[in-house]
């Protein structure tokens, strides 16, 4: 099939090369032109394990290729996927709708034959049937141009093996030939992996987008909060954490505690949740979202108290290494990167502070310019006083801590993501202290 994805980022240009992998004929459309030449020519933008090779690969066979003109977009697809950003409005909580508006008024005037429009972006509850009149309203062929909706489930870092290998696949139609139409989309996928397919309205398609990850920003922020409980009574979160996730009602995925969630997509998206909840009326159905949001912010102040705690009250004329500035580990993406907030707040309270990760320092340069970045972990814990593990790569894991010993001024490590093994760093010498344990 000919497929279209209109949006390039770190999801959407994995499901154009995992499309392209499957067998169709794929034109990804972005309005970045630096963004296109670099994906055209072959070339990452963004670093996400094992989408440079399908990339690449696909890009060669003349399955893959990219554009900026949602013209030609409009004549080559008969499937046209909206991958658009939707941010946090400024100055509100609700999602900006602005970029997936301007796709369907740039593609509607051209779609002159029947076609399928498929939404993939977070949005609020209601927006697909706004959208699917809008294009009705819009496209010459009227009706012919039919709307369906395709929430994405994809984990930066884990993109590729999402795309290809989802728990479940959930598609919101108003037609069966729609639905039709996605099947053979998804057909190899379906035929391989025997993948749970629900097919539903719009409504509930969008909301099972936003309740899947609300329901992951709660088991995380509810671990950390029980994190201050243990703090507060000397218990082990790691423990607590272990013990209730032997429970197969609660499971034991999402129950790290630590610095807790960022990225694009959690916090915006939970925001983005109350907020449509409020104009629908239903507020306090979510209110608890606000607590979730509040405990996941608070975790960012705690480890910054903890490491001033730890270097003696104040940060002037303190040394500070951070291990990590990606949200997570996989990824070079540093949005609403909590590692990088804390990076910051010591920076701001008068600490010298240095920032290694493995793939994230282009990006975290860009956003905040005035950190310290160092290319080795020897570098950025050269006399350090304190070290932050903030980012829990395996690189990071795998450190050596005796080693690491003869170049800091003080073995002093915080493991704000409860990963390393405690036993071998304490066995180095090193104190550890870490959100929610006992370490003494």
Same mark, same amino acid.
């Given at each position: 099939m000919r497929l279209t994805v209109i949006g390039t980022g770190y999801l959407s240009a994995v499901h154009a090369a995992c499309m392209a992998e499957i067998g169709h004929d794929v034109l990804g459309v972005d309005v970045d032109t630096a963004k296109i030449e670099a994906l055209a020519a072959g070339r990452p933008p963004f670093h996400e394990p094992g989408f440079g090779e399908f990339l690449a690969r696909n890009v060669k066979a003349g399955r893959l290729r990219f554009t900026t003109s949602l013209t030609e977009a409009a004549e080559f697809g008969d499937v046209?996927?909206?991958?658009?950003?939707?941010?946090?409005?400024?100055g509100s909580n609700a999602a900006d709708m602005k970029y997936i508006d301007a796709v369907v008024d740039g593609l509607a005037p051209h779609l002159h034959r029947d076609t399928l429009v498929v939404g993939k972006s977070t949005v609020p509850v209601g927006t697909a049937a706004r959208i699917a009149a809008r294009l009705r309203e819009l496209a010459p062929v009227g009706a012919g141009a039919e709307l369906a909706w395709n929430p994405e489930f994809l984990r930066e870092g884990f993109a590729v093996?999402?795309?290809l290998h989802p728990d479940r696949l959930v598609v919101g139609v108003t037609s069966p030939g729609a639905e039709e139409v996605l099947r053979a989309v998804y057909a190899?996928?379906?035929e391989s992996d025997h993948t749970p397919w629900i097919s539903t309205d719009f409504a509930t398609a969008e909301l099972v987008k936003v309740s899947a990850n609300a329901f992951l920003a709660t088991k995380i922020s509810f671990i950390n909060a029980i994190a201050d409980v243990c703090d507060a009574v000397g218990g082990d979160v790691t423990t607590v954490a272990k013990a209730i996730g032997y429970d197969a009602r609660i499971g034991p995925r999402f129950l790290s505690a630590g610095l807790g969630f960022g990225g694009g997509c959690l916090p915006k998206d939970i925001r983005a949740f109350m907020a449509r909840a409020q104009e629908l009326g239903v507020h306090?159905?979510?209110? /608890?979202?606000?607590?979730? %949001?509040?405990?996941?912010?608070?975790?960012?102040?705690? !480890?910054v108290d903890l490491a001033r705690e730890t270097v003696g009250g104040s940060f002037l004329g303190r040394n500070v290494a951070v291990?990590?500035?990606? /949200?997570?580990?996989?990824? %070079?993406d540093v949005r609403d990167s909590p590692?990088?907030? !804390?990076?910051?707040?010591?920076?701001?309270?008068?600490?010298r502070v240095r920032v290694h990760d493995p793939a994230a320092l282009d990006n975290a340069r860009a956003q905040f310019p005035t950190l310290d970045y160092v290319l080795e972990v020897d570098k950025a814990c050269e006399q350090a006083d304190l070290v932050l593990h903030l980012t829990e790569w395996q690189e990071y894991r795998e450190l050596d801590p005796a080693a690491l010993a003869g170049t800091v001024r003080q073995t002093r490590i915080i493991d704000a993501r409860n990963a390393l093994p405690v036993e071998r760093w304490q066995a180095a010498g090193w104190t550890v202290r870490a959100p929610g344990r006992s370490l003494a």
């Open positions: 046209h996927f909206v991958c658009v950003g939707t941010p946090q409005k400024p093996k999402d795309t190899p996928i379906l306090d159905a979510l209110g /608890f979202l606000r607590e979730i %949001d509040e405990i996941n912010m608070g975790r960012r102040r705690r !480890v291990l990590g500035a990606a /949200f997570k580990p996989d990824s %070079d590692a990088l907030n !804390v990076a910051a707040a010591i920076q701001l309270q008068g600490g």
